[in-house]
């Protein structure tokens, strides 16, 4: 079964290293400013002349309040007003790159992401989607995959009814931890209740699907109570959890310093967490995707991977990873063809830029020949767990082999370490691989050994 995990723990404790997360390859390490706005309209005009279909993602970065362990790109602030300027731009963005796109062109998948995109008020929201509908081909028919982050916090039955007027059927549901002492610690202060009321709305409403994300090593945590709150998540029957390793970075993400270093967990302890979650997910019938993430036997993304249909992309595991992907909002980041850009992630910065009429695009890369092939790999490796090297040969006029010939020692230490079968035609990951495949996808990483792994977040 694709969903079998085997649990081992001298392999976890070997090959636990720090890397990419690969929502793409070249990851945005690679990203560079020599990528502008030329290239963006370069890559919109072949977009246009093929008719792919789109994938919009909208960044809203405000939050009403600090979550300590928060890396995401955002601005706190209790001030609602500051919302408007904002909205004033990304309204001015969506317009400036819609026109290079063909109105035939359907938008399959939408994400409201952040921040807390429901700092925005309902007139705001009412107003964003009215203008996406202008100048975009969404969907009137709910058969898109239109998704949005909720904070339960800041969300009631009545904002639950307007996401869904506006055709979202989508929701993924920040929780991260229901003990009162750990939430104290992080500064995020979240009843069950909260949480569940969101979630009864969604259900009425006829949401397609519900997410939930948890955080496992965060201070305070211990492995009783982290397997109380699975618990508590599993009788909330969520489609799909996502799971995450806290990465504790307090010298890259600031509010990170106002969590006390010495009430995280032990490695040792983070490791027990993930294994008895694992247990508790799959005694419950969720199956592991991969990575962090969890779903139902008959969610899409359980569907797609047993069809080896699964791809990956910045919003993670997705089955539209055949559309383009335009990043909206300030440091939101579009995925077009073979071209990566993303806007500039200074609010000011995306603010002034759209002011004077020009797009935010800050940095970015256009992957060459061997970016590609390697993208291949490691999207095939990271979503199907299995590689057939005939595929790759053929698309991409190789020798697998031969192509990779520098790594094979490395590949062949992972199977005699039990991590994979490899043998002259492809590369299956084993049941005890499956949680480290990142580790196998880092092998075929070109830059790995020319970055600071203090970037990246451990495996496990």
């Not at 830029?353 to 992957?367: E, F, N, P, Y």
Request: glycine share 6%; net charge negative.
């Amino acid at each position: 079964m694709l969903d079998a995990i085997r649990w081992d723990t001298d392999l976890i404790r070997r090959y636990d290293l720090a890397g990419p997360r690969y929502t793409s390859y070249p990851t945005a390490v690679q990203f560079h400013g020599q990528v502008g706005t030329f290239d963006l309209f370069h890559a919109l005009r072949d977009s246009r002349k093929a008719l792919r279909p789109l994938s919009l993602y909208v960044h809203v970065p405000f939050c009403a309040n600090i979550c300590y362990y928060c890396a995401c790109n955002k601005v706190i602030t209790k001030d609602r007003g500051r919302a408007a300027p904002y909205l004033q731009r990304l309204e001015q963005e969506i317009q400036l790159i819609a026109c290079h796109l063909d109105p035939a062109q359907k938008v399959e998948q939408l994400h409201f992401g952040g921040g807390t995109p429901t700092f925005l008020s309902h007139d705001e929201l009412r107003q964003l989607m009215a203008h996406l509908r202008k100048h975009f081909n969404l969907l009137d028919d709910d058969s898109g995959d239109y998704g949005i982050e909720i904070d339960p916090r800041e969300a009631d039955w009545s904002t639950m009814g307007l996401l869904r007027e506006l055709g979202f059927n989508r929701v993924s549901i920040g929780l991260q931890d229901l003990d009162p002492a750990v939430q104290r610690a992080v500064n995020r202060l979240q009843s069950l209740e909260e949480t569940r009321a969101v979630i009864d709305a969604a259900r009425t409403l006829q949401f397609r699907s519900i997410n939930i994300d948890l955080i496992y090593g965060l201070p305070r945590q211990t492995p009783d109570n982290f397997a109380r709150t699975v618990e508590e998540v599993i009788s909330l029957q969520p489609d799909r959890l996502s799971v995450f390793n806290y990465a504790h970075l307090p010298e890259r993400f600031m509010p990170q310093r106002r969590i006390n270093g010495h009430e995280l967990p032990a490695p040792a302890q983070k490791l027990e967490m993930l294994e008895r979650t694992i247990a508790q997910l799959t005694a419950a019938g969720y199956r592991y995707i991969g990575m962090d993430h969890f779903a139902l036997p008959d969610d899409e993304l359980a569907i797609a991977q047993e069809e080896q249909t699964l791809q990956r992309n910045f919003q993670g595991y997705t089955t539209h990873g055949h559309c383009d992907l335009i990043g909206l909002g300030v440091s939101a980041i579009s995925q077009i063809g073979d071209l990566y850009c993303q806007n500039a992630s200074d609010l000011n910065q995306y603010q002034n830029t759209l002011a004077s009429a020009q797009l935010a695009t800050s940095r970015g890369l256009v992957c060459n020949a061997d970016d590609r092939l390697r993208r291949d790999v490691i999207q095939q490796l990271i979503c199907n767990f299995s590689l057939e090297f005939a595929d790759i040969e053929q698309r991409f006029n190789i020798d697998f082999q031969g192509y990779f010939a520098e790594l094979w020692p490395q590949l062949q230490g992972m199977a005699t370490d039990g991590l994979i079968e490899l043998d002259r035609e492809r590369i299956n990951v084993l049941p005890a691989g499956r949680l480290l495949v990142r580790s196998v996808c880092m092998v075929f990483d070109a830059y790995l050994q020319q970055q600071n792994r203090q970037r990246f977040s451990r495996v496990i």
